[in-house]
């Protein structure tokens, strides 16, 4: 399955994507949210997703100006109807709204179109520029806890825990 919006393609990753997903998982400013991946690491992740069916809601998120992948977005199915939000983008492309952009697309389709009826997410309390795509988005602030160890630090951590449903996400005006 591919999606489309203005600027971007959402399609499945692919194994010519290993370079792309490598830059993305290496960057510095990414590896305060998300643990760094090294070259080994990213091919080993690409031989492993071969031996399962991969999630048919999980997309890389691709230029369509220059055919690069940039990020990826997806949804993981929790329980029956009820999925969880991921995006991760490369940070050479942070604050030009693609992630907005792919998220929109990502949760119109799951709310329309895959009979998804809440989406949860979660983010780092001072990941400032997640929390604003969640609100942008409608999603309602939950709870926060300090259960989690940085990858960084091994130190706790707080994480703050959001939640949109079919109902909320219909009342919003980029429906």
Not at 20 to 44: H, L, P, R
Request: aromatic fraction near 16%.
């Amino acid at each position: 399955m591919i999606l489309q919006t203005k600027r971007l393609l959402l399609r499945p990753l692919t194994n010519g994507d290993i370079n792309d997903f490598y830059e993305i998982f290496s960057g510095d400013k990414v590896d305060v949210f998300v643990k760094k991946m090294s070259y080994e690491q990213v091919k080993t992740y690409f031989e492993k997703r071969k031996q399962y069916s991969p999630n048919p809601y999980s997309f890389g998120v691709v230029l369509k100006s220059n055919n690069k992948m940039i990020g990826t977005v997806g949804i993981k199915e929790k329980t029956a109807h009820i999925g969880e939000l991921s995006y991760v983008f490369n940070e050479k492309y942070w604050g030009n709204g693609y992630a907005s952009e792919s998220v929109n697309e990502i949760l119109k389709n799951a709310f329309l179109n895959w009979s998804f009826v809440k989406i949860k997410a979660d983010c780092q309390f001072d990941n400032l520029n997640s929390k604003k795509i969640l609100n942008k988005f409608g999603f309602g602030f939950v709870y926060s806890n300090n259960d989690r160890k940085s990858h960084k630090t091994n130190k706790n951590v707080q994480f703050d825990f959001y939640e949109l449903s079919f109902c909320d996400y219909q009342n919003k005006p980029y429906v």
